[in-house]
């Protein structure tokens, strides 16, 4: 990992520029060598010998000339999406998402497959990812050895002096049956937690395109935000940074699931914002929905209809506050660029939340902060958990081609 204690030597140098125009020609998708040049600050002579190198190793491709306007024929540029595949698994308490991707993120087929809640033993979850993978290879009609690497998003998953282990409530996994998935696996793996996966998204296919320093929130059950400052994803001594949705929003406040009270989470996450509306009208129909999917997906429609829902719009009028209120915070310490809102409540209720609560952030951000500072909902859709940690893999199999530096901090 880059830091001012650690010297820095011309393969760093050279491995970050190869990731600054890996980054213009998959965010642009066809480009040229001058449009590179303009967008990342590098020397034209940089892009020249790194695109060369690009090309050598088949990383990237020329796809067709252009006549230029001086005259002279221009060369577009893009991924090579010949090259193989990589695939991103989205592994939670409850089930195995699986996406397979070309390598330009393009994703080809998905899988989904739920747990059984009385099935949270290691053996039968790791089973499960391995079931997806082989699903995926078949569905794809694709051989093993066109696979360029698999990235598994692992819920809970820490840093620990003796290695990485996996903790959340019914899982502790640790170097056994970390080891029984890479055997399962049989690919090249990373694995990362969700947060780093979804913020890993942002940075390569979203709004990294043009900030360097930001934040993206996951809204669910859960809260959270993936951190990136100066290009770099923010992990942490644990690989725990970005726990926000357990910061704290009002003292002595509600009671939140881990336990401490007046978290983030415990006032945005879906069950936080239930608690709002049976606060505000205990005998409201929505009060006691038991899926939170139904919940939020009928308090979005009720919350936009201009007809009588004072309660669901008072909702998500409260909700917005202590979100802009609780993002203020997350300003006052990391200062980004820009905050993206992820996560399958901002789908439902996002374009309600961001213009109230956006307003809320940057009136209590301390200082110049919040001046210029956008609140949006994130473009990168899909799965962003998936493609995120897809990405990560890919960026190992650049590294154990040796183009790259390593910047990838858990690789199994
Ligand atoms: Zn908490």
Known sequence: MRGAAIRRTSRDIRSDSMVDVLHAVLSAGET????????????????????????????????????????????????????????????????????????????????????DENLQDPDSIVEAIGAVLDDLLVQQGVGRDSVLGVGISLPGLIQEPGGVAVVVPNWEWRSVELEHLRERVGFPLVIDNPLKAMVAAELWLGRGRSASSMATVNLGTGVGAGIVLQG???????????????????????????????CVEAYIGVPGIQETLRELAPDHPLADVGRQRDFIMELAAAASDEGGDGAARETVNRTAYFLGSALADLVAIVNPEVITLTGWTTWALGDLLVPSAGRRMREQSP??????????????????????????????????????????????
């Open 32 to 115: 040229t060598r001058n449009e590179i040049a303009r967008k990342t600050g590098l020397s034209a002579a940089t892009v020249v010998t790194v695109a060369g190198e690009l090309i050598d190793r088949g990383i990237i491709v020329e796809t067709k000339t252009t006549a230029g306007q001086v005259g002279r024929p221009t060369a577009m540029l893009a991924i090579n999406v010949e090259r193989g595949r990589v695939v991103g698994l989205d592994v939670a308490e409850t089930y195995v998402r699986g996406v397979m991707f070309d390598t330009a993120l393009n994703p080809l087929v998905q899988i989904e497959r739920a747990h």
């Open 232 to 262: 770099q994803v923010l992990r942490g001594a644990t690989n725990s940074a970005g726990e926000w949705g357990h910061s704290l929003l009002v003292l002595d406040g509600r009671l939140c699931r881990c336990g401490r009270r007046g």
């Open 367 to 412: 200082g110049h902060a919040g001046t210029s500072l956008d609140l949006e909902v994130s473009a990168v859709r899909g799965n962003p958990v998936a493609s995120g940690i897809a990405m990560i893999a890919l960026e190992r199999s650049l590294v154990d081609a040796g183009l790259l530096t390593s910047r990838i901090p858990v690789a199994l």
